[in-house]
C-alpha cells in the first residue's frame, strides 16, 4: 500500500515536473518563433548582425536578444540599434509578452508601428528613433502601462497625438516625437503624464495652443515643442515649473507678453528659445533670477523697449541672440546691458543685428568675454567709433558691424583678431585708409568694407590673404592701380568688387590667376587700356561688370571661353570693334550691356537663340544692319536699341525702318526714345539691386539679405537655427 502510495506520489510529481517543462518548452519555443518572425521581416542586414540568429546557438544568446534570468527562455529585451537594418518591424514581437524594453533606433524600418505592441504589457521603453516608419502612432500604445520612454523621433508618421497616450501612461518619463510630421493639436492629456521629464514635439505640423494643462508637468525638464504652426500665448503656468531647463517654443506662431514674473521660479533653466514668433513687449527683468541661462534666443519677434542690463549674474551665458526685433537705445544708460555682459566670461555667441539701436556704441564692448567667437551688431543706427579694445577680442571668428553711423578708422590692432573670418563693416561711415594690418589676418574668407569713405590703396599685406573668398570695396574712395600683385595672389576669391571707386590704370593681366572668380564688379572707376584677354582664364566667371571706365580698343573675343557667362555689362566706355562671334558661346547669358560705346557692326544672330537671356542694351553705339526677329528681339520691353540709326528690320513693334539695300536715315528715332528712355531707367535701377541678387542665388543669406556666409564659416556653431 504504501509502496503504491509512494509510487502515485512520485509519478504525479513526475507528472507536475514534467508539464514545467513543458510550459518552460513551449514558452521558449514560443520566444524563439516570434524572434523568428521579426528576423522574418527584416529584409536589409548589411552588418550581417542576424546571421547568428541561427541554430548553432540558443536564441537567448543571439546577438541583441536578451533573457531574463528569473524566467528562462523568456526575452526581455531586444536592442538592435545603429545596424542599418531594413524591412518592416514584424508584429510577431508583440508575441514576446516578457519584453520590457525595444531598441531599434537608427535603422532603416518602414512600414507601420505594429498596434499589437499595445499588449506588450511590460513593456517600458520603446525607441524607433531614426528609422523611416510610416503611418500613424497606434493608439493601442496606450495600453502598455508600465512605459517610461518612448521615442519614435525622426519617423514619416502621420496622424495625430492619439489623446489617450495622455489617459494611462503614468510613468512615462519620455515622450519624444520629433520630426515625425504628425498633425492636429497636442492634446491637452499629455498634462496628465505627472512622470513627464522630456517633452519633444518639435519639428512637426502641430497646431492649435500650448494648453494651460501642461503647466501640470510638475517634473518636466525638457519641454521643445519649436518649428510648428502652434499659436496663442505661452501659459505663464509653464513658468511656475520650477524643474524645466530647456524651453524652446521657436519658430511657431505664438504672440504675447512674457509674464513679468517670467524668471523668479525658473533658477534651473539653461536654455530659453522662442525666436522666430510674433512675441512682443519687453524683457522682464525678472530674467536675471534664471541665473544658470546659457542660451537666451529670442531673435526674429517683435520685443522692444532697452534691453535690460540683467545678465551679470549669468556667469554660464554663452549665447545672446536678441537680433530682429525692435529694441532701441538712445543714451549710454540703454547701452548698460553691455557692461552687465562683462561677468560673463563664456559668452561667445552675441547678436544685437537688425534692431533699432541708436546712440553711441559704448567702446566697453570690448570688454567682453575673451572667449567671443560671433558679434552680430549689423543693421543699427548707432554711431561712435570701432573700440581699439576690439583687439582683446582674440576668439572673433566674425564681426560684422555693417550698416550703421560709425565714423573714425579701423584700428590698426584689429589686426591682432586672428581667429577673425568674416568681417563686415560695410556701409557706415568709416574713413581712413584699410589698415595694413588686416594681412595679418590669415584665416579671413570675407571682407566687407563696401559704402564707407576709405581712400588710399589696397594694402599690400592683403595678398596674404589665401583664403580671400569674398572682396567687397565698393562704393569708397579707393584710387590707384589695382595692384595684380596683390589681387593676383588671392586664389580663393570667388567675388571682387571695386566697384565705385577711383581705381586707374589697367587691368592686370594676373587678374587670370583668379580660378574661382565668379563676380568680378570694376565698374564706376577710371580704368584704361584694352580690357585684357587674359580675363578668360577665370574659367567660372558669371558676372562681369566693367561699366562706366575709360576702356578701348577691341572686345577680345577670347571672353568667349566664359562659357558659364550670365551677366555681362561693358557699357560707358570707348571700346570699338563689334560683338565677337566668341559670344555666341554664351549660352546661359542673361544680360547684355554694351551701350554707350563705339562699336559697330551687325547685331549678331546668335543673340536670337539665348534661352535665358531677358534683357541687351546696345544703345548708342554704331550697329548697322538687319535686327534678327526671335528670342529676346520679339520682346520689346527688353530691348534698349536706342541710338544706333542704322538698324533695320526686327519686329515692327520696334518701329524700324524695314531694310534696304541702300541705308536711309529714319525719323523712328525719336519715337524709339519715347518707349526706350523709362526701360532703361528701370532697367538701371535694376541693376543695382542685382548685386544683392548675385548673393541670394549665389550664397547663403542669414536674416537679412546682405548677410552673406562663405561655407568656410558654416562649422561654427551660430544662431541659424533657431530650432532645437
Ligand atoms: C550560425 O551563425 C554563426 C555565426 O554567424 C555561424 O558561424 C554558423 O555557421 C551559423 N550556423 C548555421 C547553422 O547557419
Ligand atoms: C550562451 O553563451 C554563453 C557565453 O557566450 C555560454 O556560456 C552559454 O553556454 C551559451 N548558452 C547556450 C544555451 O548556448
Ligand atoms: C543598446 O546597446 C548599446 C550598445 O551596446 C548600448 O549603448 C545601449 O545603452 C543599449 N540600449 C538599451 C536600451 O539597452
Ligand atoms: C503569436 O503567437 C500565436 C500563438 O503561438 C500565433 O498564433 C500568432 O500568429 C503569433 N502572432 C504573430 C504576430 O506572430
Ligand atoms: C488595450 O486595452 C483595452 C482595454 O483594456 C482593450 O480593449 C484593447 O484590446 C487593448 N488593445 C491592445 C492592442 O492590446
Ligand atoms: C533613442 O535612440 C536615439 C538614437 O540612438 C538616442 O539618441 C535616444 O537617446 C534614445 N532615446 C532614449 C529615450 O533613450
Ligand atoms: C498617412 O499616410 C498614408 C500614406 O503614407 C495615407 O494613406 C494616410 O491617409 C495618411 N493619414 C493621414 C492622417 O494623413
Ligand atoms: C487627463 O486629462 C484630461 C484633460 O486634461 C482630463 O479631462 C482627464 O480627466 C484626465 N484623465 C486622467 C485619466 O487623468
Ligand atoms: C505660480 O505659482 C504661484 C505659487 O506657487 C501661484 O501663486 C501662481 O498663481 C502660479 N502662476 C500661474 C500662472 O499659475
Ligand atoms: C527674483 O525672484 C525673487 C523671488 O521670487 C523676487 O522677489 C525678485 O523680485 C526677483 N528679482 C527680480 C529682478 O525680479
Ligand atoms: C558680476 O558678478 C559679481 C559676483 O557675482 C557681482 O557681484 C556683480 O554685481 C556682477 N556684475 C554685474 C555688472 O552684474
Ligand atoms: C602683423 O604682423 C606683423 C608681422 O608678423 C607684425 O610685425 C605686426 O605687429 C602685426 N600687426 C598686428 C596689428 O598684429
Redesign the pocket.
Known sequence: MSTVMGFSHLLFFYLVLCSMAITLLAHETDDRLALLGFKNGVTSDPSGTLDSWNDTFYFCNWTGVSCSHKHKGRVIAINLSMLGLGGFISPSIANLSFLNSIELSLNEFSGEIPPEFGSLHRLQYLNLSFNAL???IPVSLANCSQLRFLHLSSN?L???IPVALGGTLDKLKVLALSKTSL?GVIPSSIGNLSSLVQLSLMSNNLQGIISEELGRLSNLVRFQVADNSLHGTIPSVLFNISSIEYISVAVNQLHGRLPSSLGNKLSKLTSFRIGGNKFNGIIPVSLSNASLLEMIDFPNNQFSGTVPPIFGGMHGLYSLNLEMNQFQANDARDWSFIDSLMNCSNLQLLSISVNDLGGVLPLSVANLSKEMMVLYMDYNHFSGIIPHGIANLISLNILQLSDNQLTGQVPEHIGKLTMLQSLGLDDNKLTGYIPSSIGNLTLLSSIFLSGNRFEGTIPPTMKALKRLAILSLSSNRLSGRMAGEILGQLFSLFFLDLANNSFSGTIPTEIGSLINLQYLLLNGNGLTGEIPGTISACAVLENLDFQGNLFIGSIPSSLGKLKGLKNLDLSDNSLSGGIPSSFGNFKFLETLRLSNNNLSGSVPKFLQDFKYLYFLDLSYNHFHGELPVKGVFTNSSALVLIGNIELCGGLPQLHLPVCLKSHHKTSRGSLILKIVIPIVSFYRAFSCSYYFLFLVSATRIKNKNKRFHHPCLFHMKSFESHIQ
Open positions: 510610416h503611418g500613424i514619416q502621420n496622424g495625430s498633425t
